[in-house]
């Protein structure tokens, strides 16, 4: 947990001191850049909450606890979503704060989760607070043991997180309906997409259990075929959901304009296909961590976001002046380029081999 805050912090520091110079230097309009700024400032809340959250969840589910971050991610997307709506419309005597009440809707339900999750861990593991797991060993070894297989694992999570951010900064030069549009839907697909993430992150836990016993083989193979299968299911889920969310789109935010809604509309058919490409990728790279191949899904996730989506990005923008779908398209493009070197990885076995050879 102490990498997973020094690493946060680290980025809020980063956002705090520079944010808000380079939102007005390519912001639109001062309007747009206040909006973005507001928003990342409250993100910042968002990070530091994740940070704890994130290490107890990996510990929980090395144990076998897979309920408890089932039911603080339900508990996360009911709260969200409840604060979020009575925040941007001021319903139930709350303000209306617009895009400002989306983020602390966010912010509230990841706060909640972390305290839910801690509140487990300390009942139920409270040594590890003490520090007696690793005194046997020496602080510094166990140190260098985890930075050795956790840091790939931390790296992929907060490259996503800090290009989530700069993408943030580019889309506010969209103008406010199209910066609008991309804010509202990358909200809702956070939340619907934690069922994948936590369906997927279960499978790679039973995965590295598996391995961690010494399961034959071909035992570990048929289970991550019907996994695979079951992914897939889920993934169609939340497709479902995210249609079903689009096409509501009217009545949910009744005072956006026509524009925004419009932009909202023009997203449905990358929102269909998006959250099975992404869960395609997530299960592959939560396989290749279960084996111990962390590393290379590291450098998938990370040069792929890197040296596409945020080139492509801001030349889009910049440059070549696409309208908002075709730059929301871009996160398609980016997962389409991502499943082969994942898929093809996870499919040839070489995780599984490396690890069965040194059990």
């Not at 704890?52 to 709260?79: D, H, R, V």
């Not at 912010?107 to 590890?128: C, D, E, Q, R």
Request: hydrophobic share 55%; charged share 10%.
């Amino acid at each position: 947990m102490c990498n997973a805050l020094l690493i946060g912090a680290l980025i809020i520091a980063l956002i705090l001191m520079a944010g808000q110079w380079i939102i007005t230097l390519f912001a639109e309009t001062s309007l747009v850049a206040d909006l973005a700024w507001t928003y990342m400032r409250l993100f910042c809340l968002f990070i530091l909450a994740r940070a704890m959250s994130i290490p107890i969840t990996s510990y929980l589910m090395g144990c076998a606890q897979t309920q408890p971050q089932l039911k603080s991610s339900i508990f996360e997307i009911i709260i969200n979503a409840t604060l979020s709506y009575m925040l941007i419309y001021g319903v139930g005597g709350f303000p209306q704060m617009g895009l400002a009440g989306a983020a602390i809707g966010s912010v509230v339900g990841a706060w909640f989760k972390t305290a839910f999750l801690s509140v487990v861990m300390l009942k139920n593991y409270p040594f590890i607070f003490k520090g007696s797991s690793w005194s046997e060993r020496g602080f510094l070894n166990t140190y260098r043991l985890i930075l050795d297989q956790v840091l790939p694992i931390a790296v992929t999570y907060y490259s996503g997180r800090i290009m989530q951010n700069i993408l943030l900064l580019i889309y506010a030069m969209l103008g406010t309906s199209a910066f609008a549009a991309l804010s509202l839907v990358n909200t809702w697909i956070i939340l619907l997409a934690n069922f994948s993430n936590a369906w997927v992150a279960a499978t790679g836990i039973l995965v590295g259990q598996a391995l961690g016993r010494a399961c034959e083989k071909d035992e570990v193979q048929r289970f991550v075929s019907l996994s695979w299968k079951s992914a897939l299911i889920v993934s169609l889920c939340v497709a479902a959901g995210y249609f079903l969310i689009m096409s509501m789109i009217p009545f949910i935010y009744a005072n956006l304009d026509s524009e925004t809604l419009g932009y909202l509309r023009s997203f449905i058919p990358v929102l269909l296909l998006l959250p099975i490409l992404r869960t395609i990728n997530h299960f592959c790279s939560s396989i290749l961590r279960a084996g111990g191949d962390s590393k290379y899904q590291m450098k998938v996730n990370t040069l792929t976001q890197w040296c596409f989506t945020l080139p492509a990005t801001a030349i889009c923008v910049l440059i070549v002046d696409l309208s908002a779908t075709w730059i929301f398209a871009l996160l398609l493009v980016e997962a389409s380029i991502k499943i082969p070197f994942l898929h093809v990885r996870m499919k040839k076995g070489i995780w599984m081999r490396k690890l069965l050879k040194n059990i």
